[in-house]
């Protein structure tokens, strides 16, 4: 059975490295009300005896079965179910759970229970709400319409994008994010810092060809891609000499996708993925040390867009 209407979920990060919890609607239909409604149709949030909202968090994922399963965080909401799935059923959801929209946001899939005489149900839209983020003095990067996500990592907070959305809503660290406060105040943050172990694949968001390398930041260093859309990125904070396991060099042509190097440590032993973007006939970074001042642009946009791109191999695959 399937519960429609115009239903959201909300996000709601509760620390900066926690996974985000989902407040959805959830409560109980009666056997007698689900009896009036042929099988597959929708049934309106109004038709409800009862409903509230109720936080869930995801508990696992099958990707197989291109399902995702919720747990009830509250176990005093009782009038909710415990677990419910959600499973991405082809020519009806084509986006996955973490994307920024879809193509019909009224068209939930809702878990739907028989219990002690109760039909409990719980669901939301795939719309993650306060998704935008916040322009920060520089234009967004614009490049390739379906960048690669840069890294091969196994890091257990995933491919999260550190940001804050124009509404308030924190994703990530602060301290990750563009246009950070870095030196107290004398400078920022030119980049994203992407969750990555020491060790893991760096590769290229698109085609193009590597215009520079150099040492970058504590003891790891950089590449830079001159990209055919004409976007620049800098891929910082890799291992020195890593490139070389790839026949990456100067001028090497790569394409979107190809091996580029190895994510290093920083003498202080800490470890990521460093990306700047910047206008294109960049071929050295510039330190920001005034908002909206020199060729850097802000990466937040283009890298929700290489996640999206990354997170739809979960919902088509």
Not at 19 to 34: E, L, W
Request: charged share 25%.
């Amino acid at each position: 059975m399937e519960f429609g209407g115009n239903i959201s979920g909300e996000i709601r990060p509760d620390a900066y490295y926690m996974g985000p919890r989902y407040t959805f609607y959830a409560g109980v239909i009666s056997p007698d009300t689900a009896s009036k409604f042929a099988p597959g149709e929708k049934i309106p949030l109004s038709a409800a005896e009862f409903s509230a909202p109720v936080e869930y968090e995801i508990s696992d994922m099958d990707t197989d079965d291109r399902a995702w399963i919720f747990r009830r965080i509250d176990p005093s909401a009782t009038f909710a179910p415990e677990y419910w799935s959600f499973t991405a059923v082809p020519g009806l959801i084509k986006k996955s759970l973490f994307m920024t929209d879809m193509d019909t946001p009224a068209a939930s899939i809702v878990g739907v229970r028989e219990e002690a005489g109760a039909i409990k149900f719980a669901g939301g839209s795939l719309l993650e709400p306060a998704l935008e983020p916040t322009g920060k003095s520089f234009p967004f990067a614009e490049g390739s319409s379906n960048p690669a996500w840069p890294v091969r990592s196994r890091h257990k907070y995933g491919r999260t994008v550190s940001y804050t959305s124009e509404q308030g809503v924190t994703f990530g660290s602060p301290a990750r994010q563009f246009m950070a406060s870095r030196g107290e105040g004398e400078r920022y943050h030119a980049g994203i810092d992407v969750y990555a172990n020491i060790g893991d694949t760096v590769l290229a968001m698109e085609s193009g060809v590597i215009v520079n390398r150099y040492h970058f930041f504590h003891g790891t260093w950089c590449l830079i891609q001159q990209c055919d859309s004409g976007l620049v990125i800098l891929y910082g904070e890799v291992e020195k000499n890593s490139w070389k396991k790839f026949r990456i060099q100067r001028g090497t042509r790569v394409e979107r996708g190809t091996k580029l190097a190895l994510v290093g440590e920083m003498s202080g032993g800490s470890h990521m993925l460093h990306i700047e973007t910047y206008k294109a006939g960049t071929t050295k970074n510039e330190q920001v040390i005034e908002p909206g001042k020199g060729p850097a642009l802000d990466p937040t946009r283009y890298l929700l867009l290489a996640k999206m791109n990354e997170d739809r191999k979960y919902a088509t695959a």
